[in-house]
């Protein structure tokens, strides 16, 4: 790259991150923490609705950005990934690692959580290797004081020689003396000593030997006895960050070489070897954190943590966690249903009142007939079907989700099922990005971005699609009413409508179990990795915050990619339906064509053709198929189940159709959405392909297995 200078390689970080700043005085804030310590509430409460949200350059982290006014400056807040480390052994960790060295940032404020201070004083310390320009957020006091332990701020502020504020982010309190200690890091107002950090005689004595040659080939525009280390390592992502953002090839650097040959020699005749250094560096650092702790936390009896203990005997037992886990799961289902009924109605009522003013202004301007059929019947009646079916049901499930995760109660989750997905060769966290998927498949691909294994997270991928979405709900609702619970009549029928459903959602877990463990040990081989699983305290849910996170983040994020894909969808659906060569349209047949394999699989062409057409959303299934069976040249809804089937029976349904169409529809192709997701996701056609290919791979087989057991035991 040849970079002569500091300033050059931040420009090029600056702008793969598009920060803008709106004068030269404008100061950039890092937030750095470790999960679960409310460094979203600093972030949220700092900048409020005055933030975006995007990806980091080349990677699958997310990146949020807010500005705040302090004093007479403008600060521009980049909320950095949460990480536990900045030793690059993930994903997040590279990110964090890297825009605390090459970001140019003026201050870097650390989140940690006063309930656990010792285990986040890890990621300060390693910080402060780094910068100098640190100031430490000491969070959550409010539950360190209800838990019974103290802090004491100033104590720690002088044993790290930074200044340290404590807060409570979620009330807003002490975030003004936050950012007034922000302020006057960032203006050069306040000088620093951060705390040196000493390590073993030989690991000192090798940094000796190397940092004078980093120091003179960087020119100090990185702490040069933080790289020095990390050489030591032989760590090859920050070897691919220094060349990418200061220009730096240790390779063009023979003397560098040399030395730092000598230096991992020395070691290794002290009995540190380069695989063993890690493990001294990272002992003294906890040794470090927990003298600090020592000598700045107090506790107030021998009750701390007593609460969250009994309560996670229950909710992580294995009598109890599992079950207490599908029910929570099952009332958030039911409330998300029976919720949406309602304000769906009215949106489609309203979005269809739309349409009816549309058509006025298509004949009041005097427009050809085809024109207004492809862009209102066509166009706007799928957006209008896509936006009343989905957006509700998603407004109701992501606060739902959001308010678990809130409460701490989602890595519980994880913990549960981790046996569940060892077994299978994947990764527990899989567990949260599978809940996920419920509420939105789209929404569970992003959620993938917690697992850091590229190997794992490419399995959680590709088996997201299992687990149905509310877009299928309506389908495997209306066609367990009719075709399961139809046959019991009676108190029963809501009964077995119920247990048909449940039945649908626990195969849909058992697919992506088995589906997982076979991409396992076939094209994605590999073992499980280990992880540490963090059971956060429970905490007070903050309601407000909850419903604008989900809305924002998640509800309207997806949506707005479904509505990109449905519009034009729903062009290519008209088309076919009115298209006729010889008396036929052409959906009639494409139907005609996949018949034979539709009767196969125990359905019938235009079923294969409603779930191809449906693509581009998963609720547009039963409207296409109804239009299908009657004809008709635009997409319908029949105001009764009871209608619905007199239409399904006279075109040759019966219970095994019914049966072999819900099994299809928990497993098929996931929707044009959430393959979109997958490709930038993954950054690879070939994945999206395979996310495509497997699940309805899976359904096929399925289905003709089902299909045709019925029919050779005679049961149809």
């Known amino acids: 790259m040849g970079l002569t200078n500091q300033s050059t390689g931040v420009r090029l970080l600056e702008t793969e991150l598009k920060i803008v700043r709106s004068s030269p005085d404008d100061k950039v804030i890092a937030l750095a923490g470790n999960p679960n310590v409310g460094k979203s509430t600093v972030f949220n409460s700092l900048t409020g609705l005055n933030q975006h949200t ?25 909320d950095i990934p949460g990480t536990y480390s900045l030793m690059a052994n993930s994903v997040e960790e590279e990110v964090a690692r890297d825009f605390i060295c090459f970001g140019n940032a003026d201050a870097i404020v650390v989140v940690t959580d006063a309930t656990c201070l010792e285990r986040n004083l890890n990621l300060v310390l390693q910080t402060l290797e780094i910068t100098d320009k640190v100031v430490v957020c000491v969070n959550l006091i409010d539950e360190a004081k209800r838990k019974k332990i103290n802090v004491n701020c100033s104590e720690l502020s002088k044993i790290l020689g930074i200044p340290v504020v404590p807060t409570i982010a979620r009330n807003y309190l002490g975030l003004n003396e936050l950012m007034d200690a922000v302020y006057d890091i960032a203006d050069n107002r306040t000088v620093t000593n951060p705390v040196k950090i000493i390590y073993d005689e030989p690991i000192e004595k090798a940094i000796e030997m190397i940092q004078p ?23 090859p ?26 230096a991992r020699d020395y070691l290794t005749e002290k009995g540190i070897p380069t695989d063993q250094l890690r493990d001294k560096i990272v002992t003294r650092l906890v040794r470090m954190a927990e003298d600090i702790s020592r000598k700045i936390i107090t506790f107030e009896g021998k009750v701390y943590g007593n609460f969250d203990r009994k309560i996670d005997r229950v909710l992580t037992s294995r009598i109890f966690g599992i079950p207490i886990m599908l029910g929570l799961l099952a009332l958030i ?39 207004h059929d492809i862009l209102v019947l066509g166009m706007y009646r799928t957006l209008a079907w896509v936006v009343s079916v989905m957006l509700p049901p998603m407004a ?44 939105c498949n789209a929404a569970g691909v ?26 299928r709900f309506p389908t495997l609702i209306a066609l367990s009413t009719i075709f399961i619970g139809g046959t019991a009549g009676g108190a029963f029928k809501s009964l077995y409508s119920t247990l048909a459903l449940t039945a649908i959602v626990l195969i849909g877990i058992f697919m992506t179990l088995l589906v997982s463990r076979i991409l396992s040990k076939t094209i994605l081989k590999g073992l499980p990795s280990s992880f540490t699983l963090e059971l956060p305290p429970y905490r007070r849910p903050q309601v407000g915050r909850i419903i604008v996170r989900s809305i924002f983040d998640r509800t309207l994020f997806v949506l707005g990619r479904a509505v990109a894909i449905a519009a034009p969808a729903g062009m290519v659906i008209w088309l076919m339906a009115n298209i006729n060569i010889g008396g036929a349209s052409l959906l009639s047949y494409a139907a005609g064509f996949l018949d034979p394999f539709g009767k196969m699989i125990g359905m019938d062409g235009y079923i294969l053709m409603a779930f191809i057409l449906g693509l581009p959303a998963n609720e547009i299934v039963i409207p296409v198929l109804i239009m ?76 003709f297995i089902v299909a045709n057991a019925a029919r050779i035991l005679g049961l149809v």
């Open 54 to 78: 995007g990806n980091w350059p080349g990677k699958t982290v997310t990146n949020a950005q807010g500005r705040h006014r302090h004093k007479d400056k403008n600060f521009i807040l980049v």
């Open 213 to 235: 040659e980093v120091l003179k080939t960087l020119g100090g525009r990185i702490n040069s006895r933080w790289v020095a280390l990390r050489l030591l390592e032989n760590d």
């Open 237 to 262: 992502s920050l070897l691919r960050s220094l060349d990418k953002y200061l220009g730096f090839n240790l390779a063009d650097d023979g003397e560098l070489v040399r030395q730092l040959e000598s």
């Open 333 to 371: 289902f039911w409330i998300t249903i029976e919720g949406a009924n309602v304000p769906s109605g009215m949106l489609a009522d309203f979005l269809f009142s739309i349409e009816a003013k549309l058509t006025e202004l298509f004949t009041q301007a005097g427009s050809p007939q085809w024109l």
């Open 396 to 439: 109701i499930f992501f606060p739902l989700f959001t308010l678990l995760e809130d409460l701490g109660y989602l890595p519980r989750v994880a913990f549960n099922l981790d046996n569940f997905f060892k077994r299978a060769c994947a990764h527990g966290k899989q567990a949260l990005t599978m809940c996920m998927g419920f509420g």
């Open 446 to 471: 992003i959620g993938c971005r917690i697992i850091n294994s590229p190997r794992e997270r490419l399995i959680a991928i590709i088996t997201n699609a299992f687990v149905p979405c509310n877009g």
């Open 628 to 703: 299908s069976y009657m004809s008709s040249g635009s997409m319908l809804e029949l105001e009764e189940l009871e209608d619905l089937r007199r239409v399904l029976e006279a075109n040759g349904w019966t219970w095994l159709t019914g049966i072999c169409v819900m099994l299809f529809s928990l497993m098929h192709f996931p929707c044009g959405t959430t393959l979109w997701t997958i490709r930038k996701e993954t950054q690879s056609m070939k994945w999206a392909l395979a996310s495509f290919a497997i699940p309805t791979a899976a359904g096929i087989i399925i289905c």
